[in-house]
């Protein structure tokens, strides 16, 4: 049969590839500073090589200057703006992103965008104007949706996510959605759903890895580390993640990263290195204030591994460990 189909398969090998990591978390959580603290380590430390697309009126220039929980300086990184009178449109994140890649990016932040789904100029705003002044969407609103120029703007949102050619890093906001729901009593009552992302809701399914963001990084001017920033795994592709564990981004966290992702190690090797970094950390805890071995001890025979010396324990069971100590 003429121009029949003929599929050709490969043998499935690890490779190389370029980070797809979204940050999501509420507003003023700290998610420029993260995306930049993560943007820096995959840039191997070169800061002329990260590229920021700023939709946050020029917050990115706001950490120019500060320290980075690595000890250094936010230097001379590069950025354009997006605003309001330009309008939020997804594929103006694409246009810049092939700029910036032409003038030798080697990660792009998008921060963020949830405006290319909800603000100006986005998706939400290009529908509102299509039914607002074309009749033909009068009597069926959602036909708008349909409208070529619209179908063409919302398939470049997953587009946005990542590119085979730099890291890609994206911010994304988060809000509380509330509703009203019956109580026991039958009267309405306002209560929260929890968060969800301001972009379109299947968003979170295209990036290899996903970071509720818990808390920003606390560095002072002198490059002391007071805290790393802490994130929760919403998804992961990543074998060096797990899924719905929280994790502390230290340098060393986010080096392993970069060498799961551009030198191809093996994900055994990486979770040995995740292991013996927390080991150490739970030593000096304990050497710090010997009376966290009580809490050590509870949590080990809660979970059934009273036996095992810490040495020992699962990463997942370490990586819990961890997590109660220093919120202790």
Avoid at 36 to 65: C, H, M, P, Q, R
Avoid at 134 to 146: F, I, P, V
Avoid at 203 to 220: C, G, I, Q
Avoid at 295 to 320: A, C, M, S, T, Y
């Amino acid at each position: 049969m003429a121009g029949e189909f003929l599929p050709q398969f490969t043998t499935a090998e690890r490779k190389r590839c370029k980070a797809s990591i979204m940050l999501e978390g509420l507003s003023g959580h700290g998610k420029t500073g993260v995306a930049l603290y993560i943007a820096f380590i995959l840039a191997n430390k070169a800061w002329d090589k990260v590229f920021v697309i700023d939709t946050e009126k020029g917050s990115a220039s706001l950490f120019a200057g500060s320290t980075t929980p690595t000890g250094d300086k936010i230097t001379n990184f590069k950025k354009v703006e997006l605003t309001d009178s330009i309008g939020y449109r997804p594929s103006y994140y694409l246009r810049l992103r092939e700029a910036a890649i032409q003038a030798g990016a080697e990660v792009v932040i998008n921060d963020s965008c949830s405006h290319a789904w909800q603000y100006a100029g986005g998706v939400l705003d290009m529908v509102a104007e299509k039914k607002a002044t074309n009749t033909r969407y009068e009597k069926d609103s959602y036909a708008a949706w349909g409208d070529a120029d619209i179908v063409k703007e919302k398939n470049n949102i997953p587009l946005i996510i990542r590119d085979e050619r730099v890291h890609v890093i994206s911010t994304v906001r988060v809000k509380e959605k509330l509703e009203y729901v019956k109580n026991a009593e039958g009267k309405n009552e306002l209560q929260s759903l929890g968060e969800q992302q301001i972009q379109q809701s299947d968003l979170k399914y295209e990036p290899d890895l996903v970071l509720h963001l818990l808390s920003p990084a606390r560095v002072t001017a002198e490059g002391k580390v007071i805290d790393y920033p802490v994130a929760r795994v919403v998804k992961t592709r990543y074998a060096i993640f797990n899924l719905d564990q929280e994790y502390t981004l230290t340098p060393e966290l986010l080096l392993q990263l970069k060498a799961y992702l551009e030198e191809g190690v093996a994900p055994e090797e990486l979770a040995e290195a995740q292991r013996k970094e927390i080991l150490i950390k739970i030593k000096d805890i304990v050497k710090a204030n010997p009376a966290r071995q009580a809490i050590i001890d509870l949590i080990k025979e809660q979970l059934g591994f009273e036996k095992v010396p810490v040495k020992d324990l699962p990463l997942d069971i370490l990586r819990n460990l961890i997590i109660t100590l220093t919120k202790e």
